[in-house]
């Protein structure tokens, strides 16, 4: 009886590393695509500053004039 229950026991413990592996690999791959998705955001926002600031925005005025009746 007693090798049967370490078996099983083996079996469950087996059972719960495998999800627990596969979690990770799912959360990997989820942190990833984050980062992904955050480096294509930066980018995009960088070449809109810089666009913006080939029209002649500058941050110290746009600060100042940004909702004047809500301040």
Same mark, same amino acid.
């Given at each position: $009886? #007693?090798?049967? @229950? /370490?078996k =099983? #026991? +083996?079996s469950q413990y @087996? =059972? !719960?590393a495998d999800k627990?592996? *596969?979690? $990770? !690999?799912?959360c990997e791959e989820v942190r990833e695509k984050a980062e992904e998705a955050l480096s294509a955001q930066m980018? #995009?926002? +960088?070449m809109w500053e810089i666009r /913006?600031? @080939? =029209?002649?925005w500058? !941050?110290?005025? +746009?600060k *100042?004039? +940004?909702?004047p009746y809500f301040i």
């Open positions: $009886m #007693l090798p049967l @229950q /370490a =099983k #026991l +083996a @087996q =059972k !719960e627990c592996n *596969s979690g $990770m !690999e799912t980018k #995009l926002t +960088a /913006a600031r @080939q =029209k002649g500058r !941050e110290n005025v +746009a *100042s004039n +940004a909702f």
